[in-house]
């Protein structure tokens, strides 16, 4: 088995070079007492998290030690390689996630452990065709087709120029996904999200004219003002100046702009300015929107998976699963009057009325709100590709910017020929096409 999961981990398509023995998930033999779980939430985000995980320990007499990190994916890489991953990984991208699975790096989870019916208003529960068993359950969810303003300064499509835009690229090693946002976005309101599934799941090409016109409708917005916005954004970070409140509230570079196109999660960016920000959808300010009141909207989330099975293991997923460990995350007034912001997620029984009504928070029950009323929603698309993929996606997005009147056509064959290659490599290992991912829009 060790040497089957080290070609399994060669197999990957994966940063590091991977080399020796790699452990066993199941080499374990006598039930762990401590559980360890890795997870991308770190500073003010990373505090709810382990409030959750203090009630899981106080039931069931574990003990759970957390690690947070914005590295999230070279630590559990490292772990794997040195034969120890942690118990659960929480993961950001569905891509990876996919990718692990078919490596047998994964543990599948106990009949009953989320309870589907509960999960079954979105792309929550999204899986590829052939998977039979669970794998991973949604942890935590948030809205990325809206726009961020400041209270007072009410958007107007007329003057919403590039250069009003607060938009960073900067984002350590996965530079450039705030690029890929605003693509899929606006290929997802201008062609809608049948087409969206297709190109995200590799039925439609890179070179296809949709996903063409949504790279020269971002780039001729970004070519406004000589150009100046696209290679502002190239050397500012997303999460604004060090010590600062985020783009929108910040200073120096990026700092003064007035609309952001950014997640729900973007207000833990904002620090304590939060209560500043308010939103619209993105279809009433995004470039090229076919319909400025349309419903479709990008959503993204954070998915735990077990590396390691135990009966504690099992018994944790379950837990983040519950309606009881979902509601924690909508706080009340008495939180956000203490500065804690809500988090957002895919559990039915958390709705609009779980989170603050007063207080002056009047923004996350419009968020569920928005969650809730969509005509459909598309998990992110970059999120969901394959690791080879998504981090050429970035790159491109970078080349892109520093000329954004360039035609696109050659930035997206590359992307396109690293796709094909990809499923030349699975075909050649499995001796199969991979299955389509199913339910990327619901």
């Known amino acids: 088995m060790r040497g089957a999961r080290t070609a399994a981990l060669g197999a990957l398509s994966l940063l590091l070079a991977l080399a020796g023995p790699v452990g066993c998930a199941g080499d374990t033999a006598e039930p762990r007492r401590t559980l360890t779980v890795l997870g991308p939430w770190t500073g003010a985000e990373q505090q709810p998290f382990e409030e959750l995980l203090g009630l899981f320990e106080a039931e069931h007499g574990v003990s ?46 106990e009949k009953g452990v989320v309870d589907e019916e509960k999960y079954d208003g979105g792309p929550w529960l999204a899986q590829p065709a052939g998977m039979e068993e669970r794998h991973w359950i949604p942890v935590k969810v948030d809205l990325k087709s809206i726009v961020w303003y400041r209270k007072g300064t009410e958007p107007d499509l007329a003057r919403a120029d590039a250069d009003r835009w607060c938009v960073g690229m900067g984002s350590d090693a996965t530079s450039g996904w705030p690029g890929s946002d605003w693509i899929e976005d606006i290929l997802l309101q201008r062609s ?7 190109w995200v799941t590799g039925e439609m090409e890179w070179t296809d004219g949709p996903v063409v016109e949504a790279w020269e409708t971002w780039g001729e917005f970004m070519s406004g003002d000589g150009g100046r916005a696209a290679r502002e954004a190239l050397t500012t970070d997303h ?85 009881r460990a979902q509601r924690v995350w909508a706080k009340d007034e008495a939180a956000w009057a203490r500065g804690e912001i809500p988090f957002f997620s895919a559990h ?45 996606f970035y790159e491109k997005v970078l080349e892109f910017l520093a000329d954004p009147g360039q035609d696109p056509t050659g930035l997206l064959e590359r992307i396109q020929e690293v796709q094909e290659e990809s499923g030349r490599q699975y075909v050649q290992r499995f001796r199969r096409k991979p299955d389509r991912l199913d339910q990327v829009c619901r």
């Not at 630590?75 to 047998?104: F, Q």
Request: glycine share 14%.
């Open 239 to 323: 999460r604004g100046p060090e010590g600062g409140n985020g783009l929108l509230f910040g200073t120096g570079p990026g700092g003064g702009c007035d609309l952001e196109h950014q997640g729900s999660f973007a207000r833990h960016l904002y620090g304590p300015r939060a209560p500043g920000a308010d939103f619209v959808p993105s279809p009433r300010l995004l470039p090229g929107a076919a319909d400025r009141d349309g419903r479709d909207r990008e959503v993204s989330a954070d998915f735990a998976a077990m590396f390691r099975e135990s009966p504690e293991a099992q018994d944790l997923m379950r837990f983040l699963a519950s309606r």
């Open 64 to 109: 759970v030690e957390y690690q947070g990190t914005t590295a999230n994916r070279e630590v559990l890489l490292s772990g794997l390689l040195a034969g120890d991953p942690p118990d659960i990984a929480v993961l950001p991208v569905l891509g990876d996630l996919v990718d692990y699975e078919r490596e047998g790096f994964l543990e599948p989870l």
């Open 348 to 392: 039915e029984d958390v709705g609009e009325e779980r989170y603050p009504a007063g207080g002056g928070d009047t923004v996350s029950r419009r968020i569920v709100r928005e969650l809730e009323g969509a005509r459909r929603l598309c998990l992110d698309a970059s999120d969901v590709m394959p690791p080879m993929i998504r981090r050429v």
């Open 192 to 198: 809608g999200p049948e087409v969206y599934a297709d």
